[in-house]
């Protein structure tokens, strides 16, 4: 979960670092730093925090080298402090490394070390590198690429890592091994990164390394190796994205652009997805939703898992409703940390879907490799059928499944997911609909409908932004001093809306808060309420409406201030049960999470901002998991 930038060309290289890592920020923000290679020595500047106690340091000094790397950390082993952040030296300081992952046997590797002699300065599991590549250049003619071959089969684990020397001051070595890292080109000059992030202002062609592959890049060129030591020959792909989608373009957060965005989402979720062609009335023959899915993962599914972490877990939630009620297929959804370690029993004809933003999450990529190993030649109707929901394309997770659904957002850069979660809850209505349309579940007719109903989302949610944005940040202010506990409510096909907005307001606020499916709240949790805990429902017209407002008027007995988000129609009805009422345009139930879900990401954004919170950068989290 932390950043890596590399660079060796013809430009000096600190502000291409730091630079670099600024766009890498949301991957950790514990600590960072630099090391370079001038004048036969590394030269290496590290800073605890966050980036900017880096930058002045670096302001204070003089660097003209043209070769480096670079790292901002997501503390795993040792605190965030300056002498555990990276990058990590050798004892004669020839060597200098960087890395993403986890080094799972550096106990064994560090016992090893000490006891021949070897000093440690940090507590970290990276630092157990640098010492074991200057062990294999000490006295021998090996290359600095042979010695990191040399010692890359030591290493346990999921990691990348970029490495330069003292004594090779022209050439910078990069490997990975389940972690991503990603080469630029540019004219005379390269560059490695965690991700496409940091590349976008200096190159659009870029090369994302394999697990097993390295890299040695020098001012002259890039070579491929495997790990084994052989050539390759792989090419570059040209990048369509732009540099401004990674800018804040007016707004004081990310987080607050990327809420602004979901209607821009939507819209280009529906133009790739939903086939122009297709007219309920016209009884065509051809699904009306082009995923571009198999007949092999589709065919006579009996059963359908679902395998993901945080808010690709809400999102998996709202889609294993859609997909039993609209398409008649049973559905799970396990976290990917625990499907692993307890998987379930093998179900013939089973489609395991892994939902990850980044594409790189640790947990849900072991998962699904797990599930195709223990699937692997048994009889056809066992075998692994495996599709990835993600925003990436290019990442880990293609190269694990059988079938991609590009949820097309654009890049988040703002910790707590908002249209990545909205744009992923889109996949499931779309793969919901192409499944029940291929099973006959449901008739053209209802199924136009419910595509009318998705059409109309981007003007519904720009006009939730419109109405509700200055009364939900006035809201806020009564959240900001001595409210300590929140509790959201929802049922059915909302209460992973509920789930959601309590993970929102808890990573970015810093407030405790819990949800709760509605009918539960008798059985336990209303013993938390008092006119200190406020209780937020999602209460939007249909099948459970009047059970929510029931179970919403139990916490008003206890003296809970309630906060309701319902139907601009329902508001005045509302009115009479909820404190506070937060409108939506009128949907049907089916659709109504999307709309349902922002208010909830608008309340929890103005309670961390009016507190004077980081809110693209929270405490203790990252944007890609790439660790379990």
């Not at 062609?205 to 495997?226: C, F, K, Q």
């Amino acid at each position: 979960m932390c950043g890596i930038v590399g660079y060796i060309g013809t430009q000096t290289a600190t502000e291409i670092l730091i630079s670099g890592l600024e766009r890498l920020e949301y991957r950790g923000y514990d600590s960072a730093g630099v090391a370079t290679v001038s004048e036969g020595k590394i030269q290496c500047v590290k800073a605890k925090g966050k980036l900017y106690n880096l930058r002045e340091k670096l302001e204070r000094e003089v660097n003209h080298s043209q070769i480096g790397i670079g790292h901002t950390r997501w503390a795993t082993h040792g605190k965030p402090e300056e002498h555990n952040a990276h990058p990590h030296l050798d004892t004669l300081e020839g060597i200098a490394v960087v890395q993403n992952g986890i080094i799972e046997n550096y106990r064994e590797l560090r016992e090893e070390l000490i006891q021949q002699g070897t000093e440690f300065t940090s507590e970290t599991d990276t630092e157990v590198i640098p010492h074991l590549i200057a062990q294999c250049l000490h006295g021998s003619d090996l290359s600095l690429l042979d010695a990191v071959r040399q010692t890359i089969p030591r290493l346990k684990g999921a990691f990348a890592i970029a490495v330069i020397s003292a004594e090779r001051p022209y050439e910078l070595i990069v490997a990975r091994q389940q972690a991503p890292i990603i080469l630029g080109f540019g004219q005379g000059e390269f560059f490695c990164a965690s991700d496409i992030t940091a590349l976008l202002p200096h190159t659009r062609a870029v090369l994302s390394l394999d697990n097993g592959e390295m890299a040695r890049m020098t001012p002259l060129g890039v070579e491929i190796y495997s790990f084994a030591g052989d050539r390759l020959s792989k090419f570059p792909r040209t990048l369509d994205w732009n540099p401004v989608q990674v800018e804040k373009q007016g707004f004081r957060h990310y987080m607050l652009k990327e809420i602004y965005e979901q209607p821009a989402v939507v819209r280009t979720c529906l133009e790739s997805y939903l086939n122009p062609n297709w007219h309920a009335d016209e009884q065509p023959d051809f699904s009306p939703v082009n995923l571009g899915l198999t007949a092999h993962l589709c065919d006579n599914l009996e059963h359908i898992q679902i395998l993901a972490c945080g808010t690709s877990w809400h999102a998996s939630l709202v889609g294993k409703y859609l997909l039993e009620q609209l398409a008649n297929i049973p559905t799970t959804v396990d976290y990917a940390s625990e499907f692993r370690y307890s998987p379930k029993p093998l179900i013939p004809n089973t489609l395991t879907i892994g939902v990850t933003q980044s594409g790189e999450t640790a947990d849900t990529i072991a998962a699904l490799e797990a599930e195709r190993a223990r699937r692997e030649n048994l009889e056809p109707k066992l075998q692994a059928k495996l599709l990835g929901i993600t925003n990436r394309p290019e990442s880990t997770l293609a190269q694990v499944v059988d079938r991609l659904i590009n949820t097309q957002a654009g890049i988040e850069i703002g910790v707590a997911a908002t249209k990545t979660f909205v744009a992923q809850v889109m996949g499931f209505y779309f793969l919901a609909l192409d499944l029940a349309y291929r099973r006959q579940t449901l008739s053209n007719q209802r199924i136009g409908e419910i595509i009318e109903g998705l059409r109309g989302i981007p003007p519904q949610i720009e006009k939730i932004i419109e109405t509700q944005a200055d009364y939900i940040e006035e809201l806020a202010h009564d959240f900001t001093q001595e409210t300590e506990d929140f509790i959201f409510i929802g049922r059915g096909i909302n209460f992973p809306i509920a789930l959601e907005g309590a993970l929102k307001l808890k990573e970015i606020s810093y407030i405790h808060a819990e949800a709760y499916p509605a009918g539960e709240m008798k059985h336990g949790p209303i013993a938390l309420l008092d006119h200190k805990v406020p209780v937020v429902a999602i209460a939007m017209p249909g099948s459970v409406y009047e059970k929510v407002i029931s179970n919403a008027q139990e916490a008003k007995a206890r003296d809970a201030r309630l906060i309701g988000v319902t139907s601009a129609m329902n508001a005045q009805e509302a009115a009479h049960t909820f404190n506070d009422v937060l409108t939506v345009p009128g949907v049907e139930e089916l659709i109504s999470p999307i709309l349902a879900v922002v208010p909830l990401q608008m309340l929890a954004y103005h309670i961390a901002a009016i507190k004077g919170l980081d809110v693209d950068q929270p405490r203790n989290l990252a944007k890609s998991v790439t660790v379990e």
